[in-house]
T-cell receptor, first 110, second 116 residues
Framework: QKEVEQNSGPLSVPEGAIASLNCTYS??????FFWYRQYSGKSPELIMS????GDKEDGRFTAQLNKASQYVSLLIRDSQPSDSATYLC??????????FGPGTSLSVIP | GAVVSQHPSWVICKSGTSVKIECRSL??????MFWYRQFPKQSLMLMAT?????????EQGVEKDKFLINHASLTLSTLTVTSAHPEDSSFYIC????????????FGSGTQLSVL
């Protein structure tokens, strides 16, 4: 089992719709969770971090964490073409390393 | 967010030569930096953890004698790819750990290495 897994893409949504990205992790002792956005040829850009169970909202983005289910998600409301990118889920494991998932490619269709 | 400066942005070198990549934290002190490698259409793979003033910790399968990491100060970590070969061609990215209320990772802009 891979340490961090994400729903396979690519994911296509129409402009204005909600995009839902999912991530599961294997290390139950993980405490910190991150969502990054990466454009082709660029380094990752931090979108959100979440550390406790529940929802965390920041503008059009909402991160959800459920440690019991070892699941973290990212919702993007009112998706825009500029949101088209690869979204990376990252988890800080109990052995103090930040491990990335394989990424989900999102396309927002105008 | 915190600024991490990485140089060079891209480098082309001949097989057998060495290449040094620098990663600097500009407005904060980074006791820990991480080095990742990313092949096309793949995710980031952690290569090593660099701690200021001590030896780096390498991930399984990463040759420490080939990928030399130095973290001599709180604002600078370097990765040297020694005797580079075409299979070392990749996107190398450094990141710095920042503690502001909670822990976050901020990334440098990355270095695209092409070995001919």
């Amino acid at each position: 089992q891979k340490e961090v897994e994400q729903n396979s893409g690519p994911l296509s949504v129409p402009e204005g719709a909600i995009a839902s990205l999912n991530c599961t992790y294997s290390d139950r002792g993980s405490q910190s969770f991150f969502w990054y956005r990466q454009y082709s040829g660029k380094s990752p850009e931090l979108i959100m971090s979440i550390y406790s169970n529940g929802d965390k909202e920041d503008g059009r983005f909402t991160a959800q964490l459920n440690k019991a289910s070892q699941y973290v998600s990212l919702l993007i409301r009112d998706s825009q073409p500029s949101d088209s990118a690869t979204y990376l889920c990252a988890v800080k494991t109990s052995y103090d390393k930040v491990i990335f998932g394989p990424g989900t490619s999102l396309s927002v269709i105008p | 967010g915190a600024v991490v400066s990485q140089h060079p942005s891209w480098v082309i070198c001949k097989s057998g030569t060495s290449v040094k990549i620098e990663c600097r934290s500009l407005d904060f002190q980074a006791t820990t930096m991480f080095w990742y490698r990313q092949f096309p259409k793949q995710s980031l793979m952690l290569m090593a953890t660099s701690n200021e003033g001590s030896k780096a910790t390498y991930e399984q399968g990463v040759e420490k004698d080939k990928f030399l990491i130095n973290h001599a100060s709180l604002t600078l970590s370097t990765l040297t790819v020694t005797s580079a070969h075409p299979e070392d061609s990749s996107f190398y990215i450094c990141s710095a750990r920042v503690f502001t209320h909670n822990e976050k990772l901020f990334f440098g802009s990355g270095t695209q290495l092409s070995v001919l």
